[in-house]
């Protein structure tokens, strides 16, 4: 969707890394998160925010951390880069909880050989 | 903690028969909302249920929600390849201590829907 992008779509990095995700929206939404997809177990949360600077740990924080530093930008770091951490990673953002769904991100594929 | 769990994983279909997939959550759900995500896309947010029982028609789709507000389903009447797709259901998680939940959702694992020509 044209108000949410996420950077960058593919990244292979190698063990032991840093990485940076970055998600960045349009829409002015208060509450964004970022989940990680994996076959079978379908999308986990990692993180999320509701507000800027207000940031909390999801299911999988776990080697993850987030930042807020102004409304449209949330960007999530893996700090140590690990293979359990090769994942497809989507954002999304919402506007007010319980009043409509999510409008996700195209993804970021990252790869940790 | 919370679960939601749904059913099938993968369904196979030809064109033109109906499909259905079910979501069952572990505890009581203020509202179910239902995602589509095509192969190698994103997921798209297609609707949501609040009140107990409701049915809403999209179209070819249903979505019912429980009386007890604990399972929906999703079903697709004369499918075709366009539904292809993996069909995903999400809840609100539950807040600690009743507090709120910030719009967090809890996603079941999906259906993978195949519809052969």
């Known amino acids: 969707d044209a108000g949410i992008t996420q950077s960058p779509r593919h990244k292979v990095t190698e063990t032991g890394t840093p990485v940076t995700l970055r998600c960045h929206q349009t829409?002015?939404?208060?509450?964004m998160y970022w989940y990680r997809q994996d076959p079978g177990h379908g999308l986990r949360l990692i993180h999320y925010s509701y507000g800027v600077k207000d940031t909390d740990k999801g299911e999988v924080s776990d080697g993850y951390s987030v930042s807020r530093s102004k409304t449209e930008d949330f960007l999530l770091t893996l700090e140590s880069a690990t293979s359990s951490q090769t994942s497809v990673y989507f954002c999304?953002?919402?506007?007010?909880?319980?009043?409509?769904?999510?409008?996700f991100g195209s993804g970021t594929r990252l790869t940790v050989v | 903690g919370q679960q939601v769990m749904q059913i099938p994983q993968y369904q196979h279909v030809q064109e033109g028969e109906d499909f259905t997939t079910y979501c069952n959550s572990s505890?009581?759900?203020?509202?179910i909302q239902w995602y589509k995500q095509r192969p190698g896309g994103h997921p798209v947010f297609l609707i949501q249920?609040?009140?107990?029982?409701e049915v809403k028609k999209q179209k070819r789709l249903t979505f019912q929600f429980g009386e007890a507000k604990k399972n929906s389903s999703l079903h697709i009447t004369a499918t075709q390849t366009t539904d292809v797709g993996t069909y995903f259901c999400?809840?609100?998680?539950?807040?600690?201590?009743?507090?709120?939940?910030?719009?967090?959702?809890?996603f079941g694992q999906g259906t993978i829907l195949t519809v052969h020509p």
């Open positions: 505890t009581t759900l203020s509202n």
């Open positions: 999400a809840g609100p998680r539950v807040g600690v201590a009743g507090g709120t939940s910030y719009g967090k959702l809890t």
């Open positions: 999304a953002i919402s506007e007010m909880p319980g009043t409509g769904g999510y409008t």
């Open positions: 829409e002015n939404h208060r509450y």
């Open positions: 249920l609040v009140k107990s029982g």
